[in-house]
């Protein structure tokens, strides 16, 4: 299993490989649908995004409320499809990691592609199990949001895998093929 | 006639959307345990021990499973010779919106499907009722996550399309689900009806306890056979590939008009949630 560390920069990229699996360490950022929407209406105004979204990795997931002593509570990812309409933009802006689960958009891929970004899964419905590799977690824009605000996370060894990278090959496709009957 | 209290029903609906949240049910973690025995692919091995270790930690501490506490979906069944004193859909929404609050709960309701405004407690609750014989009250609340909402399907077949036409329907509906709804998953079918019965027979036979057939045997041979076509898809935990895509099916039916075959595929994941209790309270004289 590979360790790897925030910033994601591009060198990292282009060592991660579909099917490889990750363990993560370092600062990511929390968005679904509404901050999303509200990342590229910031874009579209000329605005300054909420976090330097350059090298940054950004984690799909609305995490339930932290219980008394917890930094977070629940905090598996939500289908990534709902951020396609969004995605490439922001890969255009410099974004390099995304982690969610679920299919994607060929927009996504081509921009990743063009830009060098990868997709990771983490596991959907294993909320509690990621939940105990975030070591800190922190509102830092739209706190009206919910649970759906920005949210800046320090995890340590949150695993991981690459679905798509960032030459296009993806696992979603390619792996069911071994175990069709 | 039986009195029972309002707000009985709404410590009742609290507690169980707790539990059901935070506590998988035994025969769910029963399947997923089997299935790790028999699953081909390595790297599903490992997500199936994940989700077994999530279970364990979600349970000892009382953390959700999922952070998709989902919408809450009420089953009450009401004995014809109960009385309810209170407002009944006022409790069942006070228990929820107490359940997802003291239970650390995420609150995912918005108030319109357009201006998108969250309701912050999680109301309004899906409400089904029915109403039974007897003097007692049963309510199941089954909290539901939308990643397998969204992936969910109805058909409305014709009566030609036979038995292989129900099973290209739920084979597609897994297909399209691909690594969206969270697989290894559940899921329930129902047969029959019109369009609106059919998709409730669906949801309810999710609620059945995974392990447990239909009781007819024609449709319990067929949920065998269709979950084998569906561990034949090769989808496997996550999508990764593998041999374990779904854990269950049940399959739910009615019957029908002569002219059509309505087949609804309501998707889960392994966060089959459903928590049951059954209400019988003091008599009271009347």
Redesign the interface.
């Known amino acids: 299993m590979k360790q790897i560390t925030t910033p994601l920069t591009r060198d990292i990229v282009k060592t991660l490989h579909a099917?490889d699996?990750v363990l993560l360490t370092g600062t990511i950022y929390t968005a679904r649908d509404?901050a999303h929407k509200r990342m590229c209406e910031r874009l579209d105004r000329g605005e300054a995004l909420p976090f330097d979204i350059r090298d940054a990795v950004i984690y799909y997931?609305?995490?339930?409320?932290?219980?008394p002593g917890r930094v977070i509570?629940?905090?598996?990812p939500?289908?990534s499809?709902r951020m396609d309409a969004y995605a490439p933009r922001l890969i255009a802006e410099g974004q390099t990691g995304m982690i969610g689960?679920?299919?994607r958009t060929d927009a996504v891929v081509e921009a990743m592609k063009e830009h060098g970004a990868v997709y990771f899964?983490a596991?959907?419905?294993?909320?509690?199990?990621l939940?105990?590799r975030i070591e800190s977690a922190e509102v830092i824009a739209w706190e009206d949001l919910?649970?759906e605000a920005v949210r800046r996370l320090t995890v340590r060894d949150f695993?991981l895998?690459v679905?798509i990278d960032s030459e296009g090959n993806n696992?979603?496709i390619?792996?069911?093929?071994?175990?069709?009957? | 006639m039986r009195n029972i209290q309002a707000s009985r029903i709404t410590e009742e609906v609290a507690r169980l959307c707790i539990k059901a949240n935070t506590d998988l049910n035994q025969p769910v973690e029963e399947a997923i345990r089997a299935a790790r025995q028999t699953e081909?692919?390595p790297?599903g091995c490992?997500?199936l021990d994940?989700?077994l270790?999530?279970a364990a930690?979600?349970r000892a501490?009382?953390?959700?499973?999922?952070?998709?506490?989902g919408l809450a979906v009420v089953f009450v069944e009401i004995g014809q010779d109960v009385h309810i004193e209170g407002n009944l859909e006022e409790a069942i929404n006070e228990g929820v919106r107490r359940g997802y609050t003291e239970g650390?709960?995420?609150?995912?309701v918005v108030r319109d499907p357009i201006d998108?405004v969250?309701t912050?407690d999680n109301t309004p609750a899906i409400i089904h009722y029915e109403i039974v014989p007897g003097e007692e009250v049963k309510i199941t609340v089954a909290p539901k996550g939308i990643?397998s909402e969204?992936m969910s399907r109805i058909y409305m077949l014709k009566p030609a399309q036979g038995i292989e036409g129900i099973e290209e329907a739920v084979l597609e509906t897994v297909r399209l689900a691909?690594?969206?709804a969270?697989p290894p998953l559940v899921i329930g079918v129902g047969v029959g009806g019109n369009f609106e019965k059919c998709a409730y027979i669906a949801k309810k036979a999710l609620l059945r306890p995974v392990g447990e057939h239909a009781k007819d045997p024609f449709w319990a041979e067929e949920e065998k056979t269709l979950l084998e076509k569906v561990n034949?898809?090769?989808?496997?935990p996550?999508?990764?590939?593998?041999?374990t895509t779904a854990l269950w099916l049940a399959i739910e039916t009615y019957p029908t008009h002569i002219g059509g075959m309505p087949v609804a595929i309501n998707i889960n994941?392994?966060?089959a949630r459903h928590e049951t209790v059954v209400i019988k309270e003091e008599e009271v004289a009347r």
């Open positions: 099917g699996t509404a997931v609305g995490p339930t409320p932290a219980p509570g629940s905090a598996g939500t289908t499809g689960k679920g299919l899964a596991t959907g419905g294993a909320g509690a199990l939940a105990s919910g649970t695993p895998t679905v696992l979603y390619q792996a069911p093929e071994k175990y069709r009957k | 081909e692919s790297v490992e997500i994940q989700l270790e999530n930690l979600a501490e009382h953390l959700p499973i999922c952070q998709d506490t650390y709960l995420r609150k995912s998108r969250n912050k990643g969204n691909g690594p969206n969270c034949r898809l090769g989808i496997g996550q999508g990764f590939g593998g041999t994941c392994h966060v």
